[in-house]
């Protein structure tokens, strides 16, 4: 087990360390204990255990954090990656616009790309570009 106490006296526990060599990441299950305190923001999180494993945030993906009943205690998971290529590799995309590495796509909203979709199914060939595009 590891320990860091935080400066506003929140403390930091790793357990079930595990060294992922196919995937190229340490993987962990991060107990973080603040009592008297609202949830550690994962910010937080990240640059603690950044600092106990010598290395940066930006490689630390950390999810799941669930606070117990009272408070006092969450416990999460926490990813390290041997660099942010593997990072963009393994990591799911949703994950990776949170941490500001990936860009969200933009698309029409669902009900604009359905009825989109049933105007195009009226007309043949060439007219389903225009259809798209604006109303016929």
Known sequence: NNFTNMSEGA????????TNRLLCR???????LHPGKATVAKTDVREKLARMYKTTPDVIFCFGFKTKFGGGKTTGF??????????????????????????KLQRAGRKQRKERKNRQKKVRGTKKAKVGTGKK
């Not at 403390?11 to 595990?18: A, G, L, N, V, Y």
């Not at 593997?86 to 500001?100: C, N, Q, S, V, W």
């Open 11 to 18: 403390t930091i526990r790793t357990r079930k360390f595990m």
């Open 78 to 103: 926490g990813l390290i990656y041997d660099s942010l290529d593997f990072a963009k590799k393994f990591e799911p995309k949703y994950r990776l616009i949170r941490h500001g590495v990936a860009e």
């Open 26 to 32: 340490k993987q962990m299950i991060v107990d973080v």
